[in-house]
């Protein structure tokens, strides 16, 4: 073997252990070691080249079909005058020029953004400029979402056409996605990354005022993927359906991405339709399924789901906001061959942050677990001090999942890492053995007469009447209580329910500051499309329900 001449001035480095000789060499060979999301794929192509990685509609990607594809789509991207850590925004459904963007910008070196798609014109161009994006692709069938705003968005350089709603042709000005990457070399591009480069910026979902920009590394998401591997118990061999948003984390980020990690096989949807989704693991034998609670109601809800074979899930999963233990029971009943985990987390944890695994579920049914493998949790009080056990507190972590930062808000990554950990905003409570039960948002906490109630406590009641689909408990502007604690239900399909007696079975098994002051049957209650019930639009609409006749 040849001898590769080392730079006389650089030798002294290799004499010494200390912070500048260490960066040098970190720099000098750091392809050699990287650990990025560019790499996941090509070293899953190496392993099972020929296996399918991703099946969209009739379209079958082997990994080594997905290793060129998202070379392409980075070449592409550089041949635009991409730099690192440029924004690359994508609107659009769970498609596969999706996927091929998300991996294609971490190949390039770009941060990827997914907007999302239920946000109309002014939020989505909000968004885009904060972001400072400076490539922006649209899918066909939400161009009227964007159409009225593009004026706004003066720090686009170029905007790219994807087809896969509707098979529209591009407009004027635009850059057709098919056209434009396919032109592209597929080899990998020469581009030096790093482990603590920023890859991804993902917006919070915005039940509050204006979202958060959530930026994370690579570090942040392989760790994260690490653990999901290990905990979730992933396996080459399984067979995952995506069906939820892939432009938020949890699809995106605690299944499909990780299952490519792995070299398992992605089934991706459109959207998540509820017939679609059970046909999916019908069809492909789906190992693995992930939904949050809601989804979960709405496929044992669908007509006809009994006729579909399930039986070839073997892994269930949930999460993104509270599983009602009613309905958890029912599930493992539905589907008795399956074993049931919880993730539960947030964005800026890239996003799970403790787990539940099925072993536990007999004993700790209800509880979020304790936290995943590279994670560590514990509970604190307003004075940022431990809690024991039993007290409730406010969920906090750290290690290496943890974002960069919220872009452009030093205010407020400075509050969310105060005392170095991150705080999540969510109450919960620990028992002896350390698991922990999610309690509330501590802006979901009704503060009536002077008493906290939980709203999840008298949710957890109101579901174990048969004929409840849906309850979402908040509190309500009140002349006496200040706040009125208040469920809002939603029927089964073909039942009725009254505020009588709703109020009667809370009566029966809740303390009496804990009943509802009023009962609002709905159709349907509001959610993001990940499935989380928007409590903040419920406070809006109905803000002064109790300033009626009568109330």
């Known amino acids: 073997m040849s001898q ?35 790499d996941l794929v090509r070293r899953s192509a190496y392993r099972y080249p020929d296996k399918p990685a991703l099946i969209y509609k009739d379209q ?37 020029h999706h996927v091929l963007t998300w991996l294609g910008t971490a190949k390039a070196g770009g941060i990827y953004l997914a907007v999302n798609y239920l946000l109309k014109g002014k939020d989505i161009a909000y968004c885009i400029n904060h972001s400072e994006s400076k490539v922006f692709i649209v899918e066909d069938t939400l161009w009227p979402e964007v159409e009225g705003v593009l004026g706004e968005m003066t720090g686009v350089r170029t905007f790219i056409w994807s087809d896969r709603g509707k098979g529209e042709p591009a407009p004027a000005g635009w850059l057709s996605f098919e056209d434009w990457y396919r ?9 030096e990354l790093d482990i603590h480069d920023p890859v991804q910026m993902v917006y919070t979902s915005g039940t509050e005022a204006l979202p958060k920009a959530v930026v994370l590394t690579n570090q942040s998401l392989i760790s994260q ?45 459109f959207q998540a339709d509820p017939a679609a989704m059970l046909e999916a693991v019908e069809k492909h034998r789906a190992t693995m399924l992930f939904c949050p609670p809601t989804v979960w109601i709405g496929l044992m809800r669908h007509p006809g789901s009994e006729k579909y074979d399930l039986s070839s899930l073997h892994k269930c999963y949930y ?107 969510d109450m919960g409570v620990a028992d002896e053995e350390g698991y922990i039960t999610v309690v509330d948002r501590k802006k979901d906490m009704v503060k009536t007469g002077g008493e906290n109630v939980s709203s999840r406590e008298v949710e957890e009641v109101v ?16 002349e006496k209580w200040i706040e009125a604690v208040t469920a809002f239900v939603v029927p089964k399909p073909g039942a009725e329910v009254s505020e009588a007696e709703i109020i009667a079975l809370c009566r029966d098994r809740l303390a009496g500051f804990k009943v509802p002051k009023g009962v609002i049957v709905l159709d349907e209650l509001p959610k993001t499309p990940t499935g989380k019930i928007l409590k903040r639009d419920l406070r809006q609409l109905y803000g002064g329900y109790y300033r009626g006749p009568g109330r």
């Not at 002294?12 to 000098?28: A, G, M, P, T």
């Not at 032109?183 to 581009?191: G, K, L, R, S």
């Not at 949790?377 to 974002?403: A, F, K, N, S």
């Not at 579901?463 to 009140?478: F, K, Q």
């Open 4 to 38: 590769i001449p080392v730079n006389e001035e650089e030798k002294r480095y290799y004499y010494r252990i200390d912070r500048e000789s260490v960066e040098f060499l970190h720099r000098k060979y750091n392809r050699l070691g990287r650990w990025v999301i560019a």
């Open 60 to 96: 079958v990607y082997t990994y080594l079909d997905l290793e060129r594809k998202t070379n392409q789509v980075a070449n592409a991207l550089l041949s635009l005058g991409l730099q690192k850590y440029d924004r690359v925004a994508i609107l659009a459904h769970n498609t596969d």
């Open 183 to 191: 032109q592209a070399d597929d080899t990998e591009p020469d581009v």
């Open 225 to 269: 993927y690490t653990g999901c591997i290990i905990d979730g118990e992933y396996k080459p061999e399984d067979v995952c359906v995506n069906a939820l948003p892939i432009f938020h984390c949890a699809q995106r980020d605690v299944f499909l991405t990780p299952c490519f990690m792995v070299g398992a096989t992605n089934i991706l949807l």
């Open 319 to 425: 999460g993104a906001s509270i599983m009602p233990v009613e309905v958890l029971k029912e599930l493992l009943n539905r589907i008795p061959g399956a074993r049931f985990y919880n993730y539960y987390g947030q964005t800026e944890l890239a996003p799970y942050h403790t787990i539940l695994r099925p072993e536990e579920h007999q004993e700790k049914i209800g509880a979020a677990g304790k936290g995943g493998l590279n994670m560590e949790t514990r509970l604190e009080d307003e004075d940022r001090r431990p809690v024991g056990p039993g007290t409730p507190g406010e969920i906090c972590g750290r290690g290496p999942h943890v974002m960069l930062m919220y872009f452009k808000d030093p205010e407020k990554t400075g509050e969310a890492f105060a005392g170095g950990w991150f705080h999540s905003g």
């Open 463 to 478: 579901y174990c009447e048969p004929r409840v689909a849906e309850v979402a408990v908040v509190g309500l502007p009140h």
